[in-house]
């Protein structure tokens, strides 16, 4: 019997703000630990949160792109529990379906080339909780720095909509593609500031119920994701088949082991005893306020690629890794805006440049070949400047250096030999050193030529231009 | 709707006071007379209400996104009950 297996996603995105959620501590990373902090974020008796104005319109922004219902007054509710990650004792949240500041969205998502909505049920606004160290037996360690930092959390609708590993993984590639485009969140799974903790269930196939859900935890990158979800589904699947019962609980995933393994974080069952704030007063959502959030709303990366497949006649692929992330689509368009073939940019682009980010780990923002370089490097090369070969070093080079291509070419003399007599020169000694090949070919063997464009090419330190090259080769051979 | 002593012990332990069973016994009268009273709220006939949670008509107070104060790291342990190498120390409520 087949199962269908079910799976739930709930994100946090920590949002880029300069300041936390209700108090002016900075929302810095790696800091000393207990540095950031004040007494409203510390939960100290007598003090008074007030919401950061910018946090609360990079949710609704995120809301509006994942196509929310905006609620025309928002509330803050209080989320009790006693953990230490928290000062206060509750959490500053939204709750449920009451007043969160987006309800009933979707996010398109790409699977097996068609589109899909993905339904979501809430966007909404809360606060972090501090980090806790279990370094030493009987005593937690506690750093309240990421205490009080702006918080999106993002749930998808149910019963869910995403029925594989691979699907839950588009969309959270989807998700974040969107959320750094609006640069509400940067996004990165690494570091913690996009997390996701997907709920998974498995049913047989043609069961009009969903089976026991587990909660997966600790997935710190899109691969984790993958793998975390596959275990999970293959695990649950094995306890049906041999007559057993899936157990509801939160399970952590180890991706040194790639296995997952059931966690306690909480003494109890929770009981949150959610109420409304009293200390912070609702957030009316006006019409011209949101048309003004909405106004700021850039394109977005599924509508950029159907773009770039219409103007630009790009394939699906390469639209794919153009359009994945704002900094490499903003990339590509600076080529495009300084001339520059848009199906050649994007294959620099989607093959040479990404290759060389990958390996050196790079953020292309951070890139020293910028879009200026590459599109000098692409005009020397079809102006017929320099050969395919110099391109590609130079590539190397100004990746390395962030020099200009056009100076470097001049400075060294690179530029692509197509003056004949020096053609010539070379394309005869090449044939003087080379006697067996030349035999070969005057034998027949025609495919030998490229061995001695090959030879030419070396001969001249890659500056030859091959076509021509081949044509004096042969000219001189016949 | 009179509370229950085993609703008691809940509420108790959610707050995290440990209390006898005899004293909440006793902490039962007040908190039932308390109920009453909501009982009598809940008789009115409010669906057509909205829920108030503010009863002044403001909203939208924000701050700016901008980075103030902090305290400096010796002042905000000063009050724990314990710290080491500026951090808070706790009793671990992991279970292990």
Redesign the interface.
């Given at each position: 019997m087949g199962y269908i297996p079910s799976i739930g996603m709930e994100v946090h995105a920590q949002l880029l703000?300069?300041?936390k959620m209700f108090?002016?501590?900075?929302t810095r990373f790696g800091d000393?630990?207990?540095?950031?902090?004040?007494?409203i974020c510390?939960g100290m008796p007598g003090v008074l949160p007030?919401?950061?104005?910018?946090?609360?319109e990079h949710v609704i922004r995120a809301a509006l792109a994942l196509n929310c219902q905006i609620a025309p007054?928002a509330?803050f509710y209080r989320k009790?529990y006693?953990?230490?990650d928290l000062p206060k004792g509750y959490q500053i949240s939204q709750y449920g379906e009451v007043h969160p500041i987006g309800v009933r969205g979707f996010l398109e998502i790409e699977v097996e080339g068609a589109r899909v909505p993905v339904r979501i049920r809430r966007v909404h606004l809360e606060e972090d909780t501090g980090k806790l160290?279990?370094y030493l037996?009987?005593?937690?360690?506690?750093?309240?720095n990421r205490a009080g930092a702006p918080l999106m959390e993002i749930v998808t609708d149910f019963p869910p909509d995403l029925h594989s590993a691979e699907a839950a993984k588009e969309y959270l590639v989807q998700l974040r593609a969107v959320l750094t485009y609006l640069g509400v969140c940067d996004g990165k799974m690494e570091e913690g500031s996009l997390r996701c903790e997907p709920n998974i269930s498995v049913a047989p196939e043609g069961s009009a119920q969903l089976g026991v859900k587990t909660e997966l935890k600790n997935l710190n990158s899109f691969r984790a994701v993958v793998r975390g979800i596959e275990f999970e589904v293959e695990r649950q699947i094995k306890i049906l088949q041999e007559g057993g019962q899936v157990v509801q609980e939160t399970r952590g995933w180890s991706e040194e082991g790639a296995y997952s393994f059931p966690m306690?974080?909480k003494?109890?069952e929770q009981?949150y005893?959610y109420f409304?704030e009293?200390d912070?007063?609702?957030?009316?959502i006006t019409d011209e306020w949101l048309e003004q959030l909405r106004a700021t709303i850039p394109e977005l990366p599924l509508q950029k690629a159907d773009r770039y497949r219409k103007e630009y006649g790009l394939g699906a692929i390469e639209t794919r890794i153009l359009t994945a992330d704002i900094h490499t689509a903003t990339y590509f368009e600076q080529c495009v805006a300084l001339g520059v073939e848009p199906k050649t940019a994007s294959n620099w682009i989607t093959v040479e440049l990404q290759a060389r980010l990958n390996e050196t780990n790079t953020d292309i923002r951070h890139s020293k070949l910028q879009p200026a370089h590459l599109a000098d490097l692409i005009e020397l090369l079809q102006k017929g400047v320099i050969s395919g070969r110099i391109a590609k070093e130079l590539f190397d080079e100004v990746f390395q250096s962030g020099e200009t291509p056009s100076q470097i070419v001049q400075a060294r003399g690179l530029v692509q030999i197509s003056d004949e007599d020096a053609l010539r020169a070379a394309a005869r000694k090449v044939i003087a050193a080379n006697p067996d090949v030349v035999e070969k070919y005057r034998a027949g063997k025609t495919s030998v030529m490229s061995f001695l464009v090959g030879q030419l090419m070396r001969e001249t330190q890659g500056r030859a231009n091959p076509q021509r090259a081949g044509e004096i080769l042969r000219e001189e051979l016949d | 709707m009179a509370i229950t002593l085993e609703q008691m012990r809940?509420t108790a332990?959610?707050a995290?006071l440990e209390l006898t069973d005899e004293q909440l016994t006793e902490l039962m009268r007040p908190i039932n007379a308390l109920m009453e009273h909501f009982e009598r709220l809940q008789a009115l006939p409010l669906d057509a209400v909205e829920p108030t949670?503010?009863s002044?008509p403001?909203?939208?107070?924000?701050?700016?996104?901008?980075?103030?104060?902090?305290?400096a790291?010796a002042d905000?342990?000063a009050n724990a009950p314990e710290a080491?190498?500026?951090?808070?120390?706790?009793?671990?409520?992991?279970?292990?």
């Open positions: 703000t300069e300041s108090c002016a501590c900075p000393l630990p207990n540095t950031n902090v004040c007494p510390l007030v919401p950061n104005k910018k946090a609360v007054v509330m009790n006693f953990y230490p160290f279990h037996p009987g005593e937690s360690e506690v750093d309240f306690r974080t003494e109890f009981d005893r409304p009293p912070i007063v609702p957030i009316q | 809940h332990k959610l995290r949670s503010h002044i403001v909203f939208n107070a924000f701050r700016e996104d901008e980075v103030g104060a902090t305290l790291r905000a342990l080491r190498d500026g951090l808070f120390i706790v009793p671990r409520i992991v279970e292990e």
